[in-house]
T-cell receptor
Framework: DSGVTQTPKHLITATGQRVTLRCSPR?????VYWYQQSLDQGLQFLIQ???????AKGNILERFSAQQFPDLHSELNLSSLELGDSALYFC????????????????FGPGTRLTVL | GNSVTQMEGPVTLSEEAFLTINCTYT??????LFWYVQYPGEGLQLLLK?????DKGSNKGFEATYRKETTSFHLEKGSVQVSDSAVYFC????????????FGQGTRLTINP
């Protein structure tokens, strides 16, 4: 158990709908990352938050958005869903900045499997 | 850009066989290199890492050496077990800039008793 929790575990919805995925980081971790794992694109970085602020953006679609709340949990919002959005969405957390360095280990949650029908 | 290429899977071996999973990378800066493992129904777990050239990462009998001259980080294990069956991902992270991990496509490993 990594200490990172994600809910829900599975989500089935229809095209055009909107869903929210939730992530709670490990206790003490300030940084949250979202990754998408799909059959055709593999594992891709979407976005990173650090202590409530967006820190880095990857291949995240405009239909997707995320935020990190004061209690450090994060939500990934996916809207106008398409069949191609079906994937496993992982959240990871790390301490963020420690000892002047950012390159600290990322701990992954179990993922949310999204199926768009 | 930054990218990671892993050997195509799936890989099927018998118990106690020798394992090599090839990984090469392209990076604009000086990366740290990682191997992650994903067991069925679980998230990714860090298996081992190396942060500079010629470093050897090791864990649970697995090893990988950071080879800057060949831009490679091949995963090896001398004697695999059924419990090693999983998907293995090679990844890099640049020391500077965004802390995102860049992953290879993953290699599914199945060990038969």
């Amino acid at each position: 158990d990594s200490g990172v929790t994600q809910t829900p575990k599975h989500l089935i919805t229809a095209t055009g709908q909107r869903v929210t995925l939730r992530c709670s980081p490990r206790s003490g971790d300030l940084s949250v990352y979202w990754y998408q794992q799909s059959l055709d694109q593999g594992l891709q970085f979407l976005i990173q938050y650090y202590n409530g602020e967006e820190r880095a953006k990857g291949n995240i679609l405009e239909r997707f958005s995320a935020q990190q709340f004061p209690d450090l949990h994060s939500e990934l919002n996916l809207s106008s869903l398409e069949l191609g959005d079906s994937a496993l969405y992982f959240c990871a957390s790390s301490v963020g900045l420690a000892g002047g360095r950012w390159d600290n280990e990322q701990f992954f949650g179990p993922g949310t499997r999204l199926t768009v029908l | 850009g930054n990218s990671v290429t892993q050997m195509e899977g799936p890989v099927t071996l018998s118990e106690e066989a020798f394992l090599t999973i090839n990984c090469t990378y392209t990076a604009t800066g000086y990366p740290s290199l990682f191997w992650y493992v994903q067991y069925p129904g679980e998230g990714l777990q860090l298996l081992l890492k190396a942060t500079k050239a010629d470093d050897k990462g090791s864990n649970k009998g697995f090893e990988a050496t950071y080879r800057k001259e060949t831009t490679s980080f091949h995963l090896e294990k001398g004697s695999v077990q059924v419990s090693d069956s999983a998907v293995y991902f090679c990844a890099l992270r640049l020391i500077q800039g965004a802390q995102k991990l860049v992953f290879g496509q993953g290699t599914r490993l199945t060990i038969n008793p």
